[in-house]
T-cell receptor, first 110, second 112 residues
Framework: NAGVTQTPKFRILKIGQSMTLQCAQD?????MYWYRQDPGMGLKLIYY???????DKGEVPNGYNVSRSTTEDFPLRLELAAPSQTSVYFC?????????FGPGTRLTVL | GENVEQHPSTLSVQEGDSAVIKCTYS??????FPWYKQELGKGPQLIID?????GEKKDQRIAVTLNKTAKHFSLHITETQPEDSAVYFC????????????FGKGTKLSVK
């Protein structure tokens, strides 16, 4: 039981490039979330999903897109990367009234 | 927009002393208040949570209190140990959904 896994762990992008951050869970949880954490700050919700085929915007969705075709996977897409998207990205699931976080992806946009 | 204020931003205590971290929130509809511990290079880990129908909850050395009238909640750690050193985040639900959380900016706790 791996819990919540995220790939890659680190990535450097050039301005204008695009990429997909992967998140997978094997706990069969319906609820999944994407957060970003800027240095010295708390987490901000980007997008969330309450089940396969259903996604919704969080607090800071601009510049990002998500999809949820299966219960297990919840990828986060960055189109036209900008320096403001330099951050650590955390994926989380929710089950039994508890959120479980992945180890994070550290993204730098130069 | 909704907001969660967390104080202090840094806290240094001697081993064995108590540590208290306080948060205030703005959304009167918030009904779920979790606390997370984040160690360097890792994702946040839930350590305790409280819901709006409860005023206090305790789990061994950790306790959380909630004052809904004043819209503030606090984390209390007793008999602190070096392994308690980490960044602690409070959060509050918003929009009536438990899963939508607004986080405080974090408190870096150092136990010496």
């Amino acid at each position: 039981n791996a819990g919540v896994t995220q790939t890659p762990k680190f990535r450097i992008l050039k301005i204008g490039q695009s990429m997909t951050l992967q998140c997978a869970q094997d706990m069969n949880h319906n609820y999944m979330y994407w957060y970003r954490q800027d240095p010295g700050m708390g987490l901000k919700l980007i997008y969330y999903s309450v089940g396969a085929g259903i996604t919704d915007k969080g607090e800071v969705p601009n510049g990002y897109n998500v999809s949820r075709s299966t219960t297990e996977d919840f990828p986060l897409r960055l189109e036209l990367a900008a320096p403001s998207q330099t951050s650590v990205y955390f994926c989380a699931t929710e089950g039994a009234d508890t959120q479980y976080f992945g180890p994070g992806t550290r993204l730098t946009v130069l | 927009g909704e907001n969660v204020e967390q104080h202090p931003s840094t806290l240094s205590v001697q081993e064995g002393d108590s540590a208290v971290i306080k948060c205030t929130y703005s959304d009167s509809a918030s009904n779920y208040f979790p606390w997370y511990k984040q160690e360097l290079g890792k994702g946040p880990q839930l350590i305790i949570d409280i819901r709006s129908n409860v005023g206090e909850k305790k789990d061994q050395r950790i306790a959380v209190t909630l004052n809904k009238t004043a819209k503030h909640f606090s984390l209390h750690i007793t008999e602190t140990q070096p392994e308690d050193s980490a960044v602690y985040f409070c959060a509050a639900s918003y929009g009536g959904s438990q899963g939508n959380l607004i986080f405080g900016k974090g408190t870096k706790l150092s136990v010496k």
